[in-house]
């Protein structure tokens, strides 16, 4: 089954070529099916390249996925058109007042690591859509600093700085197969890590629900799950695309602040060489197994239920 995106969003066509199955909004009004509502709070600064990993990520399940953009109303994006936001997104507010019901929410990274949370300038909006996810949202995936952000704001866990950025492609030891987030997963899965931050393996113990799934000897924890609610915390990004790093990497490089090469991405670690692509399969797993088990399979056909 597809994923149900608006008719003319750019992504469209790119997903289309790769021979994704997307369904515009005209088709699926012609669907008796009961679609998955997934929002996605892009915090990300490029957010056309974060709807199309996204939504790549999401396309590969049986399931038919409505995704809901969502924006802040209390910072302006500076590196995507107001056009675009004004077209494509809504804020909570607005998707509340639509009647629109989420069963499953997203919320991404942001480069905001090297920030205090309190001074990030849209914390308190944040810190609100947390709490409304709690009670309104089946189950929440929070990707990179979003789930920094979200352990630290459910669970007092804080972030500890590094003194380089974490860059590259990690082995990730999956410490417990037979949870459902990571079942058929191998026993050890690749994914893109690029953050400035970790947590401590000591602080999420101290929490009683909170279960570390995977973690990596170079790049520390990377999928922390809250069994008692279907909470998922992932520190790295699956979700990547082949040459997303070797951009953040050059981008760096052009800005004069003498990045490391990202470990094990560049054949021979030459920054001049094609990435090699080795994580699609765990981003395909790790996406469709959250739609399945902790959307999907717990959430009623009807709200009011």
């Not at 899965?189 to 931050?197: G, K």
Request: with cysteine; aromatic share 10%; charged share 25%.
């Amino acid at each position: 089954m597809p994923i149900k995106i608006q008719s003319d969003l750019p992504a469209k066509e790119q997903l289309e070529k790769e021979n994704i199955f997307v369904m515009d909004e005209n088709r699926a009004l012609h669907q008796d099916v009961r679609p998955i509502e997934i929002g996605i709070l892009n915090l990300m600064p490029v957010k056309e390249d974060t709807e199309l990993q996204l939504l790549r990520a999401l396309s590969n399940t049986p399931l038919q996925v409505d995704v809901n953009f969502l924006t802040l109303t209390t910072h302006v994006s500076k590196n995507t058109s107001l056009a675009h936001l004004n077209k494509f997104y809504s804020t909570v507010p607005e998707l509340i007042a639509s009647g629109i019901k989420l069963d499953g929410l997203i919320i991404t990274g942001a480069p905001l690591e090297q920030l205090d949370y309190e001074k990030v300038d849209f914390w308190d909006e944040l810190k609100s859509i947390f709490d409304w996810a709690d009670t309104n949202v089946t189950s929440t995936l929070c990707v990179c600093w979003g789930a920094l952000a979200g352990l630290y704001h459910y669970y007092g866990i804080p972030k500890y700085s590094l003194d380089e950025k974490l860059s590259g492609i990690y082995p990730n030891k999956i410490l417990d197969r037979k949870v459902e987030l990571v079942r058929g997963c191998d026993d050890v899965i690749f994914a893109p890590h690029s953050r400035f931050s970790v947590i401590s393996h000591e602080d999420i113990d101290k929490v009683p629900n909170l279960k570390v799934l995977a973690e990596s000897k170079e790049a520390g924890i990377f999928l922390v799950i809250d069994e008692s609610c279907g909470k998922i915390f992932m520190m790295g990004h699956p979700e990547y695309d082949r040459m997303t790093l070797d951009e953040e990497y050059h981008r760096d490089l052009n800005r004069g602040l003498h990045p490391i090469i990202p470990k094990n991405y560049y054949p021979d670690n030459d920054p001049t060489e094609r990435p090699t692509l080795t994580w699609r399969s765990t981003a395909t797993l790790l996406y469709t197994n959250w739609l399945n088990y902790y959307v999907y399979q717990t959430t009623p056909y009807e709200w009011n239920q």
